[in-house]
């Protein structure tokens, strides 16, 4: 049967091309905190996307390919590692204040802390499924689409309800990752305040309750954060992180940070994940002009239960060749270390942006307790560029 198109005018259609490309060069020495070891580590990171997204009349149509490459130099050797993915595939339709998006997706959940784009990283995260999104709430059904470390069986589904000052959500993770069956329920509350007009306060509290490995789950986690401007152009700030870990014969208390954007949250070189954990910050942040900032921080870090595990800003735990970073008698305590670090970003003309950065990291003593030997700082720094068309 033929399809009438006399009333059909291309000229509605929008049309929006999708042209991304960066370049991260990084740079790492002593990650083990061995200096006698040969480990320094030097990376490139390339990335591009490609991709066309098509509406018309509340109807949008998007897919988005992704090409990524990591080059690695390293004293034992070089190489390189290579990875295309279809990153978007969806159709999404609005009806009034809702929106239903259908397919291959990138989203996240507030500010990020447990769903996220992750888009610091070389592979970013994307889902495929459902999600329904309107003003004050937003439903999901999910499973795994793009992730750095695959999963073919995650089930991801939940609801939030947003309010003025803070959104609640509620998540369910059905997974049996490395033979691990696992279900996590996650209800989450975050929300901005503002004591004066000079000062703002962030916080994020989350609550976990299931069952993992025939153990019952019970772990929490809170992030606590306070800015004030303290001359103009310049924020000093607070950031407070803490996050259950432990377990007995019945009961996993390691909180599980879901699939969350984890760069610069428990510091700049991305050493420590939000999992057993109790860290704080203090820093300076300077806003030279409207589009760049620049930032002093300090960040310590330790243990939540000096029987589990430091855990890494993927969620895996820490290690150096086949050793973890996990004593089971706790003898090693729980103080893995301070970070120092300086950072500066801008936003350039023409859809270039630029940032920079570095940072020490001291270990405490867990970290030389587990590595033995003797113990040396880890250094960092990177440069990045990158475009939008």
Known sequence: MPIPLDNFDSRDIQI?????????????????????????????????????????????????????????????????????????????FKNGATTYTLGRQRFGLGNRRLIGELDWNNIANAFEGLKVEDRTWTFFLMRAGVLPTPSKNLVLSGITFKRASNTTAFIIK???????????????????????????????????????????????????RYGMDIAPKVEAYGDVNIASGGS??????????????????????????????????????????????????????????????WYGVGGAINAFGATLYRDPTGNAGRDIGQEISLDYSSTLANGFTMSTGAGVFLPGRFVKSIGGGRSGNQTFGYFMLGWKF
């Open 16 to 92: 929006k091309p999708v042209l991304e490309f960066r370049a991260r060069y990084e740079r790492r020495i002593d990650a083990d905190f061995q200096p006698d070891r040969g480990d320094n580590r030097s990376n490139l990171l390339l990335r591009g996307r490609v991709g066309l997204q098509l509406s018309k009349d509340g109807l949008t149509g998007r897919i988005v390919y992704q090409h990524a490459s990591s080059l690695t130099w390293l004293p034992a050797g070089n190489g390189i590692a290579i990875r295309s993915d279809l990153l978007e595939a969806n159709v999404s």
């Open 174 to 224: 059905v997974d049996d990752a490395k033979g691990v069956a696992q279900t996590r329920y996650t209800l989450s509350n975050e929300g901005t305040l503002k004591p004066n007009a000079k000062s703002t306060l962030s916080y994020q509290i989350g609550f976990q309750a299931g069952h993992q490995d025939g153990k019952s789950v019970q772990a929490w986690a809170a992030n606590g």
């Open 248 to 309: 007995s014969n019945r009961v996993n208390s390691t909180f599980d940070q879901l699939y969350p954007t984890g760069h610069d949250r428990l510091g700049l070189m991305d050493t420590t994940g939000w999992k057993n954990i109790i860290s704080a910050t203090a820093g300076l942040k300077f806003k030279p002009s409207a589009n760049s900032s620049l930032r002093l921080s300090y960040t310590w870090l330790q243990l939540y239960d000096k029987r589990d595990a």
